[in-house]
């Protein structure tokens, strides 16, 4: 009866959680074969096709899936290390996909990850405020967060965000108890999260050194001594000289004025701006004086043994990924994108943070509008930390709450570096740097290019500080708490809601019923053509390409990855053939030599590629490649489905 009664919050919590899931994706429940989250055109087509390219390597090939030919099949196998490949997710699909089918596998794994990543946070908010309804209430916001259900139309790697969660809970319990076990437990969920998103391995890595970072340093405010006063004059002074040119420039647009016989120009705030936020980290450094917390040499055994621990059983289960990453620097396809001061990803809009939930039912279109055009599109700008988790936190901090140091310090760090490397706000960019702009250029934390991705984890925490302000509101009233969980909860319910949820067809043109009964050595040209990756495209490759691969199993001559090699590339456009195809997708003419050139060579490249079909878009491929194509490769028409043509090579004629 005991045994009952202490798994009964768990499952209380997991059932209540699958409803919640099913809820607030309807109507995908009552859909699972036929269509999905987020377009087969976008990332959600190379999602779904990651769980079919592994179990096709891995169970079918018997090799390691981290290496496919299945793309770029006309040169050496594409190395997926850097691939945003999702291999915990997939690996949970792995039983599913030979007995359900691709598509109602890859929901049922995205409805898991939810569920999962809402259950993770109920352990990691019961843990903070000791209360199972709280702890509940903050899971339920977590896992369908605004920010959250809007990955879940494209960026299913960052829906399943409960590694994050159990890594903070497992940190925790590592430096209250230094047991072994917990340092492995904590190796083994740094694997979980490199295996789910890069990013989340590396916001692991960043986390733990925050955390030791606030162990053993100490900020305490620095004595008024008269030197000190005179400093914190100073700087005050020229903060003002500085604030007040800057102010002055955006009102004035700022001035050009002669020196000297050279015409100079005051237009751009960036130095002032630069200048201000220097002066404003000195202000705030001076007032304050660091110290080192004092620990023996056994305390820093145990520091250093925990943490190799953890470190060795996040590298033995990482070794294949490793493995492959190894083989990519060994054949040279290892490339480091250069990371510009000015022009690198920006992050989300300050004001993003306060937003109503875009994607209610009666939000504004105006707020979608908004966020669409920023930069990186709608997908990466929403951060809406929900107005009644923000009213929850503010009412009991009015009341009397006090903030948790380490859920604070945790939001307002993530959030900072969530802005990016130059703060906007309204759309503006005021020019005052981030934290991100110095970190970008740090090993390891620098993979994680893209910043507004953070707000991630400024959800998390406030779904901690959410659960622990309701938690202290509750003790004030202890006869009401049921009558006020279930009212925030209620608000909470209506706030998230994103029923009923856009779907996306997921149908397989009937002409690929031809392809794949074809034999297994051919492969197939998609026209527009090309290489495709998450910055940068060479041609116009579609990931619905690879979507459609799930059905028909050939080889295709292009492909999308997350990230692609300039080696790779280069190497594809050293063939001339395929060089005027990404030259055509790209809506670019051939000269007439090139032309009739090419055309001369197509029957050679067709054996040579043993090209066996060409499925042509006609509603995004040029009347010219299309028109070239047909020469070239002697095609002819088998079927038309809608904007689909499909052709089959015929050399004899």
Known sequence: MRHSRRWRPHAGALLGYAAIAIVFTWPLAANLGTHLTGSPAGDTGVYVWNQWVFQHELLEHRSLPYFTDAIFSLGRRANLSLHNYTAFQNLVALPFVGWLGVVPTFNLVYLLMTVLTAYATFLLAWHAAGRVGEAWLAGLLFAWSPVLVTRGGGH?????????????LLL???????????AV????????????DVYYAVYCVLIAALFMLARIVTVQHRPHDSGARMVRWTLDVLLCCVGGLALSMAVTGGWQFTFLGRVASMRSLYTPMLAFTA???????WS???????????????????????????????????????????????ESQPVFWRSSPSGVDLLAFVLPNPNHPLAPEAIRAWLAPRPD?????????????????????????????????????SAALALGPFVHVAGVNTQIPGPWALLRYVPLIG???????????????MAVLFACALRWLSRRVPGRRRVLLAAVGTLLVVELLPAPRPLYSAAIPRIYRHVQAAPEEVRVLELPFGVRDGTSSAGNFSARSQFFQTAHGKRLIGGYLSRVSRRRVSEIRSDSMLDALIWLSEGRPLDASRDASLVDMGPAFVQRAVVGFVVVDRERCPAALREFAI??????????????ELYRPVLGS
């Open 288 to 334: 304050y004086r660091t110290a080192i917390v004092p620990f023996d040499r056994r305390d820093a055994w145990r520091v250093v043994r925990v943490s190799t621990v953890a470190a060795v059983c996040a590298a033995v289960l990482l070794s294949p990924v490793l493995y492959a990453v190894g083989v990519r620097v060994a054949d040279g396809s290892w």
């Open 631 to 644: 020469r070239a490769f002697r095609l002819q028409l088998i079927e038309t489905d809608g904007a689909f």
């Open 185 to 196: 437990a904590l190796g083994a969920a740094v694997w979980w999260a490199a295996s789910t």
């Open 172 to 182: 925790v319990r590592t430096a209250e108890r230094e047991r072994m076990r917990d």
């Open 377 to 413: 599109a709608y997908f990466e700008n929403v951060a809406s930390l929900t107005f009644v988790a923000l009213g929850t936190i503010v009412i009991a901090w009015r009341a009397g709450w006090r903030i948790p140091p380490l859920w604070g310090s945790l939001a307002l760090v």
């Open 156 to 168: 299913f790697s960052l829906v399943a965000a409960a590694p994050l969660a159990v890594f903070l």
């Open 447 to 461: 993979l994680a290019r893209t910043p507004g991705r953070f707000s991630v984890v400024v959800m998390l925490a």
């Open 279 to 285: 002066l404003a980290i000195a202000r705030v450094a």
